[in-house]
């Protein structure tokens, strides 16, 4: 293997380690917070919100 090989497993690795170290303590937080989890952004994202969506409405006749 080359250094640069070794160098992006390194970084693929820390990555990965990083993002199950982020899921485990957001895990951790809500089980030890209580039952209802707090929203703590005011930002809304689009799973948030309502899918009215309707292909076939006949809107366009």
Same mark, same amino acid.
């Given at each position: 293997?080359?250094? +640069? =090989?070794?160098?992006?497993?390194?970084?693929?690795?820390?990555?990965?380690?990083?993002?199950?170290?982020?899921?485990?303590? +957001?895990?951790?937080?809500?089980?030890?917070?209580?039952?209802? #989890?707090?929203? +703590?952004?005011?930002?809304?994202?689009?799973?948030?919100?309502? =899918? =009215?969506?309707? #292909?076939?409405?006949?809107?366009?006749?």
């Amino acid at each position: 293997m080359e250094k +640069k =090989d070794i160098i992006i497993l390194v970084v693929v690795f820390a990555t990965i380690g990083f993002s199950l170290y982020r899921k485990y303590m +957001k895990k951790k937080n809500e089980s030890s917070s209580g039952s209802t #989890p707090r929203k +703590k952004s005011g930002r809304s994202s689009l799973k948030d919100q309502a =899918d =009215d969506y309707e #292909p076939y409405s006949g809107g366009n006749s």
